[in-house]
C-alpha cells in the first residue's frame, strides 16, 4: 500500500560544494540517495517536497558540513494479504518469482491451483492450463501476499494465486493505434 511518509536524512557536504548552489546540490543528493531504496520496512518511490533545510554542522577535524534534510515522500509498504499485480521474471518446476515494483515475490508449485500446471515441454518454462492461463517469464499475474521477509535495504515476499478472485492471470493489451490499455481477464 502506499502512503506518504515525513521523513529525514542527514547528508554530509564537501566544502568544494559550498556556495551559492549548495541548496540545489544538497537537494539533488537526496533525490539520488533515498529515490528506489528500501529501509528495511518501505521502500521510498518518491520525494514530493523538502520542508525543511537544518544549518550545516562543521564536523571537526574534515570541513565537511552535515545538515539534516526533512523532507515528504511516497512510499510503498506491502502487508501480508494485500492483493497485487506483478510481472513474471522467472519460472521453473518449483514456482515463479514476480516482481511488485522493487518488491521480489515467489509463488511455489503448492500455491498455484492445480489446474494450472508446470507444462515440462514448453519452451520458455510455463505454468499452463492449456488455454488463455499462461504463466511465463514477462506474464502479468495477480497475486495475494502470504509471508513478508525484509533484510538490511531489500524485501522478499511469498505469495500465492489460490486465493486469488479471477483473473489470475491478467492480459495487458495495448493499442497501436488509440493509446489506451485494456485489461482482459484470462480464464
Known sequence: MFFIRELEKTITLHPSYFGPH?????????????????????????????????????IPGRGDAEFTIHYKAIVYRPFRGETVDAVVTSVNKMGFFAEVGALQCFVSKQAIPSEIPFDETANPPQYSDGGEQVINKGAHVRMKLVGIRSDVGKMYATASIKEVSYPRVVIVVVGLFANKTRIISGG
Open 22 to 58: 549548495m541548496r540545489d546540490y544538497l537537494i539533488h543528493k537526496l533525490h539520488d540517495d533515498v529515490e528506489g531504496s528500501c529501509t528495511g520496512q518501505f521502500f521510498i518511490i518518491c520525494v514530493i517536497d523538502h520542508e525543511q533545510i537544518t544549518l550545516g554542522k562543521i
